[in-house]
C-alpha cells in the first residue's frame, strides 16, 4: 500500500514537471529522445505562434467573454513558457493587424493543450499504463 | 499559399506528439502519426471547400 502511494506521488510529481518543463516528465524517466521531441514540438510551436504575432490570454481576461478564459486555460498549459511570457511580456499583446495572429493564437493554445498531454502522458507511463 | 503551409507545418508538428503518444511500438507510432498528419490535412481542406460556398 505505502509503495503504490509512494508510486502515484511519483507520477503526480513527473506529471507536473511535465507540466512545467515540456518535455521532462519522459525525461525524467528514462525516455530521453521521446521527450526532447514532444518538448521540442511544444517549444516550437510556441515560438512560431508568437512570430506569427499570437498573443498569451490571461486566465482572468475577459475581452472575448468566457471564451478568453478558455483559451486562458489552453495557454496554461505550457507551463513555465507561459508563466514566464506573462512575467517577461513576450507575446501577451494583441497584434490583431497581422494576418496571421489568429493562427499565432490558435498555436499557443495548442502548444499549451498538447502539454496538457504529454503530462498525462508522463503520468501513466510512471505508473505503468503505457511503455 | 501561406496559410496554407502554415496548416500543413500545423498538422505535421502535432502529429508528432499525437503518434508518439497514442500508439505503443515505432512502427506503430509512425503509422498512427502519418493517419493524424492525413487526417487533418483533410479536414482542413474539406472545411475550406464547405466554407467556401458559403457567403
Not at chain 1, 22 to 33: E, L
Request: proline content about 2%; overall charge neutral.
Amino acid at each position: 500500500m505505502a509503495k503504490e502511494t509512494e508510486a502515484a506521488a511519483g507520477a503526480w510529481g513527473l506529471s507536473l514537471l511535465g507540466w512545467l518543463v515540456p518535455g521532462a516528465g519522459h525525461v525524467g524517466q528514462g525516455y530521453v529522445w521521446r521527450g526532447v521531441l514532444v518538448g521540442a514540438t511544444v517549444w516550437f510551436l510556441y515560438v512560431l505562434g508568437v512570430m506569427l504575432g499570437g498573443h498569451f490570454y490571461s486566465l482572468f481576461d475577459r475581452s472575448e467573454g468566457l471564451l478568453s478564459n478558455v483559451f486562458g486555460f489552453c495557454n496554461l498549459g505550457s507551463g513555465l513558457i507561459y508563466l514566464a511570457s506573462m512575467w517577461l511580456g513576450v507575446g501577451v499583446e494583441d497584434q490583431a493587424r497581422l494576418e496571421t495572429a489568429e493562427y499565432g493564437n490558435i498555436f499557443l493554445m495548442v502548444a499549451g493543450l498538447i502539454n496538457y498531454l504529454l503530462a498525462l502522458d508522463a503520468f501513466d507511463l510512471k505508473v505503468g499504463r503505457k511503455h | 499559399m501561406k496559410h496554407f503551409l502554415l496548416m500543413v507545418l500545423f498538422a505535421a508538428v502535432v502529429a508528432i506528439p499525437f503518434g508518439v503518444v497514442g500508439r505503443e511500438g515505432a512502427q506503430d507510432k509512425l503509422r498512427y502519426g502519418l493517419k493524424v498528419f492525413i487526417e487533418f490535412l483533410g479536414v482542413g481542406l474539406a472545411l475550406a471547400w464547405l466554407l467556401y460556398f458559403i457567403p
